[in-house]
């Protein structure tokens, strides 16, 4: 848990209905080939009356060390997400295991005032990841792939049908 990531909100707890914004910037956390300076990004907190706090991270930003799967190139791989929404929920029994999987609402930390949104960036960042990791100006190599394929598949349905 990286205390850059840890937010204090008993004051928005107390106030129902009361938001504040917090600029998260130059933030290391535990993403694999993560360039400094980190990630950057806004989050909007949002208390409601239920004892819950809305979080919101817009503007995520970050650049990551990435493999091209087509040519194996390195390449510097950036990361720009719109926007990313989490509920922490006091009524949500906080786990040690840093493997435990939460259902909907995600915990306050034990002490019941703060929140800590490591994951919630991560996780954001995670499910941006490409399937295939391409180089910028290297998708020519798809098209050619697919125009080899092309070929090959008119030529084998052409030898089959002349004999």
Known sequence: MSRLCVIKVSDLLRNATYADEVAIEDCMIAIPHLRAPGVSAVCRLQSTNDGMIVATLSDIVA????ICDLSGESYIRSVYIDSYQWKFNADVAFHADPNYVYEDDFPFLPDGESIDI???LVQAIVLQEPL????P???????????????????????????
């Not at 650049?63 to 990435?66: A, E, L």
């Not at 295939?132 to 180089?135: A, D, Q, R, S």
């Not at 050619?144 to 092309?150: A, G, R, T």
Request: proline share 0%; glycine share 2%.
């Open 63 to 66: 650049q990551i060390d990435d």
């Open 118 to 120: 490591e994951d919630m």
């Open 132 to 135: 295939i990791h391409i180089k």
């Open 137 to 163: 100006g290297n998708e020519h190599i798809i098209d050619d792939i697919y125009e080899d394929q092309e070929e090959y598949t008119a030529w084998t349905v052409s030898f089959r049908t002349a004999s």
